[in-house]
């Protein structure tokens, strides 16, 4: 198996047609696409048609480019060229299009057509291919050759076009109007030089295409849309699945409408190697199953008999050929990636006979009305189901060895009794992602989704199963029943906290009203004041406030004699100690989830008193379910020694090493004494509030929170709280310029485990740089908004002065550039405006075209401010400035939009004489005549100060995760005009 089954090795000849067709979607793709086999062609006697089906007029230059295309057809030495002036963007994959083709190639003798790939990105290229295929298919004597102009395509010919580079490369540079927007042409030469990449040396320049034979086109076979992956197996030259484990998808039919739903679901699947076993359980006649779905085979069992559920899965389970095994339902289904993930999920835990996920419940108008994703406990599985059965992926030796089978005197539940036999040869794993999907229509219910539904059955598996029930199983029953009595209130708390919810979305409408109509009038005085009126009255004014100041004379003169001596106070700020409430205390009780939170604090000559009242305040937390885990790094001041093997407490763990390993290796030292399922970060002379670790409790119950940090302040060495961080909630971005999160940090410790503990040499921003890694690794992340966190400000503390610690900024850089590579971002990381916050500046991908769209209404002077700023001023190159016209009516206005638009070529006018609508001017321009990638919405009272303004737009613009971006405005006393939107979601 060789790379030329993918790629040729050796050049094509060039089609020896007479009479050929070439399509191109706007003037210079035939050139750029295929102009060296043209020029082959043309030397060769053939006669060829270049067919423009747009005249590519989206700029406005239709004419311009026809022409340019004619002159390139002379450079080339074609003769027939002609265009059916579709509007640009305008193209359709419609019968029309393709009659009309159909019939020139008929009245044209055609043999071979060349026409743009499907691999393209313009939807002009995509709709000419789409049609050229057809029209191709229903004609039979032509055959196709697809060309490449902006996206590679997978070649299967490679026409040698060495010998007319030079007439190609000559013809390119007719198209002038293009080549100033971007250097198409050195792309193009670029693409074709590659080409030659698996060809013989002495070939410098080559054109690749897609070539297709009439009959590769006919409907079912469709080569051409065949997925990469297929296209390898095919060729042999993919064994993917025979190095990855055989997954066998069992599907007990009763040939309804939604089995081939189910089955689609399995053959989108990422996973390689499946085999998919459907049963006909219903004993009538079944319809037919194709051989395949997707990549994987279908065998269908038929019984010719109803078979009930338990007997027929286990029909399907002694066909089974695979390592691991899944039961489909067939009215349900599951998500593309369910499969691989479980599979991952058993290689990783050798320890665990099956794998989950969480399941949605879909009623029949696609709503989901519950939600099935529960941690796993092992007593749980023994007094009632909670998996459902699609959402699990079982080891299949639990039947072939250990003789597990579905019993078949259970006509419902029988998942549930399966389950409880697994249970016995090992763990189950959880995986946390929602990817099954269960249908529930009609009020219809199952034994996973309705524990007390058919209560004769569940006593039947209970009764089979209570030998097994153990003092474990009884307190969890016991625990359920008091959860069950406590669920009235809890649903009274809720109401009252949706209804709170409601009230406060109300009073934000009415907060971001108040503020749309401060900012109309604000606008309105700038206005005002940059008006002539307003400046004429200048003098007046002036004068008045001198006449007013020396009216006040002797109260100037006090205060300057006073100025010298005044006194700052800065705004007060109180700490409420919180109380512990009845209520307070019930709720600890009754927190159905009360997990051990282990506390690390490395120590390193701290003095005794901060340590001392560090260690006071985590032993006054209401909740008490903690353990501290402290390890002093070498200390050699002896009074901290003494102090720390004073101290008795059973849940203090202390390590002592006997070198000085720095905080990362003391903290990561302090981790292996921990046994809790969650950490929590704290300094050695700082201060946890008392409610502290109940509300952390509290956000992993009620929200599933895997990492928690709430507000802090700061602790004065007199005692005074001062310095309150009221911190926002987690902000992906944001977390990228600086540590807002800092303290107090939460995370649940397979997270620290998986990230790899604290990284050495990144003192002074271990916690950042372990926050980053966690957030690539869970999204359940809650904010507290509560200070639950007294940061204590000891001289030469990062909490005094960050810039005390000029190392800790330089391993934030790390950290964050550590992140980037992580991530796959190409980016710059360098420091921020001020000490402790960070600049990630993001690679522009490519050259993209901007496209900046100004609506304006008379006014030339303010356009003429904003437009030449742009020029003046940007450095980004690649852009083009489309002003549109709005019912202007003042010549002066007309003169100076075509003074503008001879400045630069970059530049085009345009009107829309509608009744304003300020999202349909814009609607209009970007539809009718942007040509960018990115689209730039500007006001022409804008006028541009900073130069690499574009750059930064596009750094955030072209993220896959990002819509749209906005800058920071300025009125012209450098006072914020607009600094971003809030959206309530």
């Known amino acids: 198996m060789t790379e030329n089954q993918l790629i040729p090795y050796a050049a094509s000849q060039l089609p020896a047609d007479k009479h050929i067709l070439v399509l191109a979607p706007h003037p210079d793709d035939e050139v750029f696409g295929c102009g060296g086999a043209i020029a082959l062609h043309a030397q060769a006697g053939a006669e060829v048609n270049v067919l423009l089906l747009t005249a590519g007029d989206g700029a406005g230059e239709g004419e311009k480019r026809l022409q340019e295309s004619q002159n390139a057809s002379a450079v080339l030495g074609y003769d027939s060229l002609s265009c059916w002036h579709i509007g640009d963007r305008n193209v ?34 995509r709709a000419t291919a789409l049609c050229a295929i057809e029209a191709v298919r229903r004609i039979k004597t032509c055959v196709l050759m697809q060309y490449e102009v902006s996206a590679p395509l997978r070649p299967n010919c490679l026409i040698d076009i060495t010998a007319v580079e030079p007439k190609k490369n000559e013809a390119m540079q007719c198209f002038i109007s293009q080549l100033h927007y971007q250097r198409y042409d050195q792309h193009i030469e670029a693409l074709n030089r590659y080409r030659t990449y698996t060809l013989p040396h002495n070939i410098n320049s080559a054109e690749g295409f897609e070539y297709y034979t009439s009959d590769d086109l006919e409907v079912g076979k469709h080569a051409f849309l065949q997925s990469e992956f297929q296209r390898q197996k095919e060729a042999g030259l993919l064994d993917l699945e025979y190095r990855q484990p055989l997954v066998t998808v069992l599907i007990r039919s009763m040939d309804i409408p939604y089995l081939q739903t189910a089955l689609n679901s399995v053959g989108m699947q990422t996973y390689p190697n499946i085999e998919i076993i459907v049963v006909n359980a219903s004993g009538k006649e079944h319809t037919h199953l194709p051989d395949s779905i997707g990549n994987f085979q279908i065998h269908f069992i038929d019984s010719n008999v109803p078979l009930p559920r338990s007997k027929a899965a286990n029909t399907a389970l002694g066909h089974a050929k695979g390592e691991y095994a899944l039961f489909l339902d067939d009215d349900d289904w599951i998500a593309a990636e369910h499969i691989e993930k479980l599979v991952n999920a058993l290689k990783n835990d050798p320890l665990a006979v099956l794998a989950y996920t969480g399941t949605r419940v879909i009623n029949e108008h696609g709503e989901q009305i519950a939600l099935f994703d529960y941690h796993y406990e092992k007593e749980q599985i023994y007094v009632g189901n909670f ?20 019993d078949t005197d259970l006509s419902i539940y029988e998942d549930w009794d399966f389950w409880i036999q697994l249970a016995a040869l090992g763990s189950f794993k959880r995986v946390e992602c929602i990817s099954a999907y269960y249908r529930m229509e009609h009020g219809g219910s199952s034994d996973a989704h309705s524990p007390m539904h058919n209560k004769a059955a569940r006593l039947m598996v209970l009764k089979k199963w209570q030998n097994l029930w153990d003092a474990d199983i009884i307190t969890f029953l016991s625990d359920e029943v008091i959860k069950a009595r406590n669920l009235p209130q809890l649903i009274h708390e809720k109401t009252i906290k949706d209804a709170l919810m409601n009230e406060k979305s109300i009073l934000m409408q009415t907060h971001n009203a108040m503020l749309h109509e401060r900012n109309v009038l604000a606008a309105e005085v700038q206005s005002m004041l940059h008006s002539k009126s307003w400046k004429l009255t200048q003098p007046l004014r002036n004068s008045m406030r001198i006449l007013k100041k020396l009216k006040n004379i002797k109260g100037v003169l006090l205060h300057v004699a006073k100025i010298g001596n005044i006194t700052i106070h800065q705004s007060k700020y109180t700490y409420l100690t919180p109380v512990l409430t009845h209520e307070t205390k019930d709720s600890l009780k009754e927190l159905p989830y009360q997990p051990l939170i282990s506390i690390i604090m490395p120590v390193y000559n701290v003095d005794p008193k901060w340590l001392d009242l560090a260690i006071k305040s985590i032993e006054n937390q209401w909740y008490d379910n903690w353990e501290l885990c402290i390890c002093d790094d070498k200390s050699t001041n002896e009074k901290t020694i003494r102090y720390l093997q004073s101290l008795r407490n059973p849940k203090i763990k202390i390590s002592y090493l006997d070198h000085n390993l720095n905080i990362c290796g003391a903290s990561n030292e302090a981790l292996k004494l921990a046994t809790g399922k969650y950490i929590a970060l704290m300094d050695n002379d700082d201060e946890l509030t008392p409610d502290a670790l109940y509300e952390v409790v509290k956000a992993i119950n009620e929200q599933g929170a895997e990492f928690i940090y709430s507000d802090e302040d700061k602790l004065e060495m007199d005692g005074r709280y001062s310095e309150p961080h009221f911190k926002p909630d987690f902000s992906p971005d944001m977390i990228l310029s600086q540590n807002y999160i800092s303290h107090l940090g939460v995370i649940k410790k397979e997270l620290i485990d998986t990230a790899g503990g604290f990284e050495i040499g990144l003192e002074g921003a271990q916690d950042y740089d372990l926050y980053l890694k966690v957030f690539e690794l869970t999204c359940k992340i809650v904010h507290i908004p509560k200070v639950l966190y007294h940061w204590r400000k000891i001289p030469g503390s990062t909490a005094a002065s960050f810039s005390d610690k000029s190392y800790a900024q330089k391993a934030g850089c790390v950290a964050l ?28 991908i490519g050259n993209p075209t901007v496209s900046i769209i100004i609506p304006f209404k008379d006014k030339p002077e303010l356009l003429t401010l904003c437009i030449e700023s742009i020029l003046q001023k940007t450095t980004y190159p690649h852009f083009e400035i489309i002003g549109i016209s709005n019912n202007s009516s003042d010549q002066a ?24 609508n300020y999202s349909q001017i814009n609607n209009h321009a970007v539809n009718t005549y ?4 990115h689209i730039i919405l500007l006001n022409n ?18 993220r896959n995760d990002v819509g749209a971006v906005g800058a920071k405005l300025y009125y012209p006393d450098d006072t914020l005009q607009h600094a971003g939107v809030t959206v309530l979601s």
């Not at 699990?392 to 089978?405: E, R």
Request: some cysteine; charged content about 25%.
């Open 941 to 958: 009272d804008i006028e541009i100060i900073t130069p690499e303004w574009i750059e930064h737009l596009l750094e955030f613009s072209q």
């Open 893 to 916: 206005t007309f003169d100076e939009m075509q003074r503008l638009a001879r400045l630069d070529s970059r530049i085009s006018f345009y009107e829309y004489n509608v009744p304003f």
């Open 387 to 406: 998996i459902p059965i699609h959402s699990v992926l079982f080891q299949l030796k639990a039947y072939s060895i250990h003789q597990c089978a579905f």
């Open 817 to 844: 550039e550590n992140a980037m590579k992580r991530r796959g971002i190409d980016a710059l990381v360098c420091d921020g405006k001020y000490p402790g916050t960070y600049r990630v500046k993001y690679s522009i």
């Open 930 to 933: 942007a040509k960018g990638e």
């Open 92 to 125: 359709q994959y419609c019968s029309e299009l393709i009659e009309r083709i159909e019939q020139f190639i008929r009245q044209k003798s055609i043999t071979l057509v060349y026409a743009p790939s499907l691999w393209e990105n313009h939807p002009d290229h």
